[in-house]
């Protein structure tokens, strides 16, 4: 590790201006600016829900109750983190300067996009039916079958794109 990126890179915060400056691929550096946006919304949804939650469960001394709390935070980990491993990835990748291949930015930065869409498209899934949407227009029969499937098939999609991220990862290096 060189001197200078030693000294550019502490930590997340480090991570994200180092990958954004050290990548030639235009697509990363998109990604790296949705990905800090969204973690960082996503990170304040859950930490005002884990509010409520706690607000709502106060004076229930039972530990299920504990338990729903830590589930809670561990979900937002698991929502948060891969929406950041691409951006982390190709930081690593660049201060060991193991290589300075755009390609490998792009297939990250797309494995992010595809699992910020595969999220998306598991909350469509695992959407309430007294919050569904009405399903007229182009999009209408899709969103028939998406609501028409069980909740937990919600799950499906971001584990797929989860897989998929790693698994560039892993066959990119």
């Known amino acids: 590790m060189t001197e200078a990126a030693g000294k550019s890179y502490n930590g ?3 991570a994200f201006r180092f990958a954004f400056r050290r990548s030639d691929s235009l697509l990363f550096k998109l990604y790296a600016g ?3 946006v969204l973690a960082g919304l996503v990170t304040i949804i859950f930490a005002l829900a884990l509010v409520v939650l706690i ?3 106060v004076g229930g001394g039972d530990g299920t109750i504990s ?3 830590s589930f809670f935070i561990l979900v ?3 929502v948060v983190l891969p929406i950041l491993a691409p951006v982390l990835f190709v930081a690593r990748r660049h201060r060991r300067a193991i290589g300075d291949d755009v390609g490998y930015d792009r297939r990250l930065a797309s494995t992010g996009f595809l699992f910020i869409f595969a999220v998306y498209l598991g909350l469509v899934v695992s959407t309430p039916p ?3 949407a009405s399903v007229d227009g182009a999009l209408g029969p899709v969103l028939e079958v998406l609501y028409g ?3 937990i098939v919600g799950l499906v999609p971001p584990v797929v794109a989860v897989v998929v991220l790693y698994g560039t990862h892993r066959l990119s290096r």
């Open 34 to 36: 949705v990905a800090l």
């Open 130 to 132: 007294e919050q569904q």
């Open 149 to 151: 499937l069980p909740s």
């Open 55 to 57: 607000g709502d469960t």
């Open 67 to 69: 338990l729903l709390r």
């Open 12 to 14: 997340l915060p480090g």
């Open 76 to 78: 937002g980990l698991l």
